[in-house]
């Protein structure tokens, strides 16, 4: 049989490749259209490894998940990491296309196999990675994989296509409308249809009513959660999902698709000049007059100039509400003074308030004046004393070694068991030397000394992780000092408050606020990237240290 000789050269190795991890995945419409069955492909998966005596470690099963991407796949990111323990000798699929249709996943899922010496197979195509031949057919398959993919995903696109230039809706969720099947020729692909959901009517028309009545984005957003419209999911509106409504056609009972190309590589960036825009087989939600009125005012609204203001506001997005802990984003009001002169006031404001109205947050503004000058002034006093950055340094060091602490400790212990084996391993030759042990004893002792040292590096590897592989050495005096100096040097030198912005942006995680809207604290970050960019001599430290070169990362507040 043609699987059993091409396996054949295993059953030599048993003893080393015992433990296999299963691999099976099947997506809705493959169970459907072709009839893969994860049962089926576990049922002979388990079959031939008892054929051949290997253990089934584990079986690893994603149902209903497509194969286009290895992420959102739980079954997939769990076996990798028991492979990363090494908890396993082979992995086995029905077939190579279960684990990734991309030839750069699978390259790289193989890749990391590799490194552990974990070796992969598949059934159905008769492969293994091993051998140079079977390296070469691996890639031979992983191309052709490919290759069916982009086949397929072009074949679904020009369905799509079609459907929508007949009036077609080509599914996904739409608020005013239920998505529902209907009964179709072709059995394999499901075809569906809009019909009117009344409640979810009543919201869109509510919208556009506002809308043409003279109201603005936000002022709807805040009407509409206030008197308890919701969106499709349940969640508040905001002013996109608002100036998305007014501006979809789906409402006068036209279909739209294609707006954008290319989605996965450049995502909003790639807008079609000429999408489909057909009239479609369902019924309009609003009327054709309130439609072109609204679109009217759109129109005029698009040719009205942007209001210049002047200033700099750097901390957007980097201070969080100190109710919901949104990012803050700026908010202006104007005044008039005595004179009748209007004077505008900035403000840092809760982002979700912004975008939602009250229903979501309040304002908790914050004067942007005295934001910026609190946040920098704080950072350049930082910089310019020596008493406070020792301070600094202590606090970090003191944190760093009470986590690391019982970590340190426990893999200590499991390395000094370690070396313990390699000593009890040339006593056991010593017995056999001398005549004391026979040949079968010294084999079992060897075999007993060898699965325990497995499971003390099994042990070892995640603490090696999480200590950085290896205790993380003390932030230095001069390390913070280099960075927090070199980094008010640089803001001084700042030309464009979008390098103002991205240079503050580098150094704090965030900026917090207290209840009376006073900032409490600037959470300062230093890892690799930080010591890189502001400090010649941390980037030599970290190019010659290896005990800063994987994990430093620390934070701290001022």
Known sequence: MQINTHFSNLNSDASELKRVAIYARVSTTEQAEEGYSIDEQTRILNEWCNQHGFKVYKEYVDRGISGKSITGRPALQQLLIDAKRKEFDIVLVWKMNRLARNILDLLKIVNLLEQKNIAFRSYSESYETATPSGKLQFHMMAAIAEFERGNIAENVKMGMLARAKEGSWNGGQVLGYDTVEVNSENKKRKNTKLIINEKEAQTVRRIFELYTQGHGYKSIANKVNKEGHRSKKGGLFAINTIKTILTNPIYIGFIRYNVRRDWNAKRRNNINPDPVLVKGHHEPIISKEIWEKAQSLLKNRSNRPNRVHSGEFPLTGLMKCPVCGAGMVLGRTTNKNKDGSKRVLEYYVCGAWKNKGTSACNSNAVRTEYAD????????????????????????????????????????????????????????????????????????????LKEEKRLLEDRLAPLELELGEGIQKEVTFELVSEVMKDFVLSYKNSITTEQKKQLLSLLIKQITIGKDRKIESIQIQLNNDIVRHFSKKGE????????FSSSFSVVFAI
């Open 373 to 448: 000058d609190y946040v920098i002034n704080r950072i350049a006093t930082l910089a310019s004393s020596d008493k406070l950055i020792n301070d600094v340094v202590a606090r970090i060091n003191s944190g760093m070694n009470q986590k690391a602490a019982p970590l340190q400790k426990e893999y200590e212990s499991l390395k000094k068991t370690l070396n313990s084996i390699q000593v009890k391993k040339e006593k056991v030759f010593e017995l056999y030397e001398e005549g004391l042990i026979e040949k079968g004893e010294l084999s079992e002792r060897l075999e007993k």
């Open 540 to 547: 030599e430290k970290l190019s010659g240290d290896d005990d």
